[in-house]
């Protein structure tokens, strides 16, 4: 125990006094037996070693037991040492508590908000998607540039064989298409419509998903004989079926067929950008030939190494070896109009796209110039506090504190605000990550995935952490070159400024200011972009206009008169609803999505690949449709009665009736439409032209089919195309206040006409509109309020310095006054310093912002990156911002009496 009071403070010297102390106990022992048994010296030195025993052990054992009360007891002190400096550090802040409030919130609030974002950032863009073998997945598609620009298409069934085949780069491709499922009312459950995929028994296999119960579909069950098998989602599983797992075997009814349950799949096992309920076999015969139908999705799943270009090297020339090899389907005429061609990229950057991946990284950006702010902003308090405790610095000097005593000191305050401000900034984020899901756009992808993690508490803890080194370590350069001899000599008198922290603190708020302007001008640029796209006209009216999908499955709606006689009866119904003044049906709605298309010709024109029209939507509308939706039409609008004596009647857009009859009214022209075999219909009536696939695009060049068509005219049902009527989206305009009711109301006169056919996606059109300027409008919130953060954190930077500087003046001041100078001129001169550093701040931020805000490009509407009107407002209002927040300060320096100020110098 003693031994343990007076161990020594290194372990070297630790094991140099263990050797000591053993070899004086040996010389002890020696001469004890020299002088009792008369031995002479090396056979007494024998003797004791035998009678000691083996040093060697007792040199071990020792020093291991030394060693590590020699650590407990260096533990004991550095933990001793952290809970008093830690005590001193909170008094020491408490002592101080607008400073330690204003520094914590401030803090706080950067942190807090750049972890929000960067957890944003972080599980959308950066973290691999959530399957096994992430890194390796691969979207495979193809591009037809002369079709729909910017667009992109999905592979033939033939390619997916011929893939498999021939790909060395690919150890399994899975091939998919979305499909839409009705499950009838049953066992108390209403009827229900969800989503569901037709997939290759491949898919599995590259998505690393295995079965929770029961077993997945195999090759042989995708051959074309229809096998009736499905696999299940968990949760329509626990949904529908109690989480039965008798389930497996049973036959139920999914669209009027009767299909067996063979599988459930684990909880959260889906495709990438679909929650698909109902997994069915994709029928696939290897022996069908080529076809130009390139419509199925695609996953490929890379073998180990091998890189994406590589892939898509390999891929690219088998799709050009498929070209040689069928002329008939790619013809030179046929490539020439289409630009035909082949797209492999990562499956993760297909999922995330490269919009949403340049929005986080701008609004990451925009966070962490709030951070870099912000911390501007604690610094500029650091080094007052400094500059204010300069005498209490030179007095430990004096007595004997040496540089790592003075940072351990600094460094103590500076952590204890820093663990502070995480935990708040923690609390912050994970408030503001909610806010924002709440806000975000759903075409924003993998949303379900956010939450706050590990991941984003350490990138918290870590970003606190540097701010408190860096805060604890910026007094050392200004405290450790030894004893401030003027400052002791000044005693209460307070010491003048240094020249060098004046010009710390003014370049501070000249940094502060021109991350500002970059801020505010990215903001400002966002919120023209959004306030044009607000302006843009869809070309029908949304007020009061409610939308809903319905889709007719089984054996009620198999022949045209069926579906037609479905859709007479439910608008009948629909139009006796109270408040209800029209309704209609397409198979389309506006800003919502796209449209099947196919090639269109003028009736003059041969329907060849050099006179056919690029791919046209096309849209089949039921009467009272474009009256709902208040798109003018000039000519005859469809009714009931068209086309039932295979007529053949039709409505154009006004784009697509300009470029096929170019200074020709198209009413009365016939229109050559082609899908399976050339079919000519004639123009009957113009509709306004609409936009389809959002704000941003211009608006398509559409042909309106009737909802009674000729059968002739379309491909069989269930075919995919828009000629199909079973599945159509019904419009109700109404004049009441509560579109919600009405979509009650419509439920219950569906559920009157045929209870087993689902309503679902009732959502006022105004909704769909807005949703078409979602991801604008969340960029521009969200940046506004990172440029309102740092106009605020600007002006209270600059009314800080200002207010510093008047009372460190305060001396020069009063003498200016005691010689006559007006109070005027003493304010201006304060405003004009404070408007000084705002100038070069802007000039600053100007040149940043003009070179910055290109980043934006892609993501405004009809606004330059550099709009001279936005980057002209945005440096006033910050030298504005900056002169206001320099009045008060200004006020207080035209107060200062003269015999005060001098008497207290």
Same mark, same amino acid.
């Given at each position: ?20 102390? @053993? ?22 030195? %024998? ?52 400073? #330690? ?53 999905? &592979? ?13 780069? @690919? ?8 499909? *839409? ?27 690393? &998903?295995?079965? #929770? ?8 069950? !995708? ?75 695609? &996953?490929?799943?890379?073998?180990? $190494? ?29 490539? =020439? ?22 929005? @986080? ?43 790592? !005593? ?13 663990? #502070? ?43 606190? @952490? ?49 991350? =500002? ?56 119904? *629909? ?6 003044? $029209? ?81 020709? %009214? ?89 209870? !087993? ?55 020069? &001041? ?6 006559? =100078? ?25 040149? #940043? ?33 900056? =002169? ?22």
């Amino acid at each position: 125990m003693k031994r343990a009071f007076r161990l020594p403070a290194s372990r070297r010297r630790l094991d140099a006094e263990l050797d000591a102390e @053993l070899a004086f106990h040996l010389e002890g022992r020696v001469e004890d037996l020299m002088a009792r048994e008369g031995l002479s010296r090396a056979a007494a030195e %024998s003797e004791a070693r035998r009678r000691f025993g083996d040093l060697d052990v007792y040199r071990r054992e020792t020093s291991a037991i030394d060693h590590h009360t020699h650590t407990r007891r260096r533990g004991m002190e550095l933990l001793g040492d952290v809970r008093r400096e830690t005590r001193t550090a909170i008094r020491a802040l408490r002592r101080a508590p607008t400073f #330690a409030v204003v520094a914590f919130a401030t803090l706080a609030l950067g942190i807090g908000a750049a972890t929000a974002i960067f957890t944003l950032l972080d599980r959308i863009v950066i973290r691999p998607l959530p399957y096994p073998r992430a890194e390796r997945l691969l979207h495979l598609g193809t591009s037809w540039p002369g079709v729909k620009p910017g667009e992109e298409y999905g &592979i033939s069934t033939y390619m997916y064989h011929r893939f498999r085949q021939g790909a060395r780069t @690919l150890e399994e491709l899975g091939l998919f298409q979305p499909d *839409v499922y009705t499950l009838p009312a049953a066992n108390g459950l209403d009827a229900e419509r969800v989503l569901g995929v037709d997939a290759s028994a491949s898919l599995f296999h590259v998505l690393g &998903i295995r079965p #929770a119960l029961g077993r997945l579909f195999t090759v042989e069950e !995708q051959l074309p004989n229809d096998a009736g098998v499905v696999v299940i989602s968990h949760g329509l599983w626990q949904r529908r079926f109690g989480g039965e797992r008798s389930v497996i075997g049973r036959a139920v009814d999914v669209g009027g067929r009767l299909v067996r349950v063979i599988g459930v799949l684990p909880p959260g096992a889906k495709l990438p950008e679909s929650e698909a309920e109902i997994w069915e076999p994709l029928h696939l015969d290897p022996a069908d030939p080529p076809r130009n139908h390139h419509t199925f999705h695609a &996953i490929g799943l890379a073998r180990d $190494g091998v890189p994406v270009e590589r892939a898509r090297a390999e891929l690219d020339a088998l799709t050009h070896r498929i070209v040689a090899d069928f002329p008939n389907v790619y013809g030179e005429k046929f490539l =020439a109009r289409t630009g035909f061609g082949f797209v492999l990229r990562s499956l993760r950057d297909e999922v995330v796209g490269p919009k949403a991946a340049r929005v @986080l990284w701008i609004l990451f950006a925009s966070v962490g110039l709030v951070l870099v702010i912000a911390a501007a902003n604690v610094a500029n308090l650091v080094l007052v506090r400094v500059e204010a405790r300069r005498r209490d610095v030179a007095v430990r000097t004096a007595l004997g504190g040496g540089r790592w !005593q003075l940072a351990t000191h600094f460094l103590s305050e500076s952590f204890v605000l820093a663990i #502070a401000a995480a935990v708040g900034a923690i609390a912050l984020a994970w408030t503001l990550l909610h806010v924002v899901l709440l806000f975000a756009p759903t075409s924003l992808p993998r949303l379900e995935e956010v939450r706050l993690d590990g991941r984003g508490v350490a990138f918290c803890a870590a970003v606190a @952490l540097a701010a408190g080194a860096v805060f604890g370590l910026m007094p050392l350069p200004r405290s450790g070159g030894g004893l401030d001899v003027a400052v002791l000599r000044e005693g209460g008198r307070g010491a003048t400024t240094s020249r060098a922290g004046q010009a710390a603190r003014r370049a501070l708020v000249v940094t502060q200011i021109a991350l =500002a302007v970059v801020l505010l001008a990215a903001a400002g640029l966002m919120l023209e972009s959004f306030q044009r796209l607000r302006a843009v006209r869809p070309g029908f009216d949304a007020r009061g206009v409610l939308a809903m999908s319905i889709a007719l499955r089984g054996d009620r709606y198999r022949t045209d008169a069926q579906v037609v006689a479905f859709w007479q009866e439910l608008s009948r119904r *629909v139009a006796a609803l109270p408040g209800v003044t $029209g309704m209609g049906a397409t198979s389309m709605l506006p800003l919502d999505g796209d449209a099947g298309c196919t090639g269109v010709a003028a009736n003059d024109s041969p329907l060849d690949e050099a006179h056919r029209s690029a791919c046209v939507p096309t849209l089949t509308v039921a009467p009272g449709y474009f009256a709902t939706l208040g798109i003018p039409v000039r000519g005859e609008a469809p009714g009931w009665t068209d086309n039932e004596q295979g007529s053949g009647t039709m409505v154009v857009s006004r784009a697509l009736g300009e470029r096929l009859w170019p200074g020709q %009214s198209p009413i009365g022209k016939s229109l050559v439409y082609s899908m399976r075999r050339p079919l000519v219909f004639r123009v009957t009536g113009v509709a306004e032209d609409v936009r389809a696939n959002g704000l941003q695009k211009p608006p398509i060049e559409a042909a309106y089919f009737p909802l009674a068509a000729p059968a002739a005219a379309g491909p069989a049902k269930g075919g995919g195309h828009d000629l199909d009527g079973n599945f159509l989206h019904f419009v109700v305009r109404s004049n009441a206040e509560d579109l919600q009711r009405l979509g009650a109301a419509v439920r219950r006169v569906m559920a009157d006409i045929d209870p !087993q056919v689902p309503v679902a996606d009732v959502t006022p059109m105004e909704t769909i509109v807005a949703r078409s300027v979602a991801q604008t409008s969340f960029t521009m919130l969200l940046l506004a309020l990172s440029s309102a953060i740092a106009l605020v954190l600007s002006a209270a930077g600059t009314y800080g310095v200002m207010s510093y500087l008047v009372a460190r003046r305060r001396a020069e &001041i009063g003498v200016r006054v005691a010689l006559g =100078a007006p109070a005027g001129a003493v304010g201006r001169m304060v405003v004009l310093q404070s408007v000084r550093m705002a100038v070069a701040g802007a000039v600053v931020g100007l040149l #940043a912002a003009i070179a910055g805000t290109r980043l934006l490009g892609a993501l405004l509407f009809e606004v330059s990156p550099t709009d001279p009107v936005v980057l002209t407002v945005v440096p006033l209002v910050l030298v504005g911002i900056a =002169a206001a927040a320099a009045f008060a300060p200004a006020r207080r320096a035209t107060r200062v009496d003269p015999v005060t100020a001098l008497r207290g110098d």
